[in-house]
T-cell receptor
Framework: GENVEQHPSTLSVQEGDSAVIKCTYS??????FPWYKQELGKRPQLIID?????GEKKDQRIAVTLNKTAKHFSLHITETQPEDSAVYFC???????????FGKGTSLLVTP | DTAVSQTPKYLVTQMGNDKSIKCEQN?????MYWYKQDSKKFLKIMFS???????INETVPNRFSPKSPDKAHLNLHINSLELGDSAVYFC??????????????FGPGTRLTVL
């Protein structure tokens, strides 16, 4: 089955700096790669996703890049703010209706 | 209010008991899922249903039995609860037939504590 590795497990940055979280996956049939943000005690919320026909996607301060050949994808957050502090999960999936295979999460702390 | 909802939000029970968690979505989705998040925050798929039919059943003890009475509901019944069942259980849904059909929306979670 799919194996998704996520690094780092914890990340601390100063407000205004950039944060980068990286994931690798094993199943070459995976073609959907979402990123979820989970605040303490809350549900995972989708923040951005990318499909295998695209190499990069950006939404304001958040961007995701995908390298299908190397089977890795990354989340980039620019101009970080304290409210960006949360646990971020990457995931990979084959297609609609398939389970999301999650990485183990990255706890991001943005200090003022 | 359009959403994926779950009840109860918290569930505290004794070992050996049987309990159910309910999930409802009013997004018009046709696929629903149960995920388990353990104490280390790891999220893992348990089950997936499409149009009331089971399509994913990961290696989950058969004490766990999902039931989908209709496309909008997916309930999780757990028999003979064990200490290791303590976790947060998340329901999610997606719409297979839509262009963004792989996007999954999560419910608020049910924190199960087995004493």
């Amino acid at each position: 089955g799919e194996n998704v590795e996520q690094h780092p497990s914890t990340l601390s940055v100063q407000e205004g700096d950039s944060a980068v979280i990286k994931c690798t996956y094993s199943d070459s049939a995976s073609n959907y790669f979402p990123w979820y943000k989970q605040e303490l005690g809350k549900r995972p919320q989708l923040i951005i996703d990318i499909r295998s026909n695209v190499g990069e996607k950006k939404d304001q301060r958040i961007a995701v890049t995908l390298n299908k050949t190397a089977k890795h994808f990354s989340l980039h957050i620019t101009e970080t703010q304290p409210e960006d502090s949360a646990v971020y999960f990457c995931a990979a999936s084959r297609h609609s209706g398939y389970a999301l295979n999650f990485g183990k999460g990255t706890s991001l702390l943005v200090t003022p | 209010d359009t959403a994926v909802s779950q009840t109860p939000k918290y569930l505290v029970t004794q070992m050996g008991n049987d309990k159910s968690i309910k999930c409802e979505q009013n997004l018009g989705h046709d696929t629903m899922y149960w995920y388990k998040q353990d104490s280390k925050k790891f999220l893992k798929i348990m089950f997936s249903y499409n149009n009331k039919e089971l399509i994913i059943n990961e290696t989950v003890p058969n004490r766990f039995s999902p039931k989908s009475p209709d496309k909008a509901h997916l309930n999780l019944h757990i028999n003979s609860l064990e200490l290791g069942d303590s976790a947060v259980y998340f329901c999610a849904s997606s719409a297979l037939a839509r262009e963004d059909g792989d996007t999954q929306y999560f419910g608020p979670g049910t924190r199960l504590t087995v004493l």
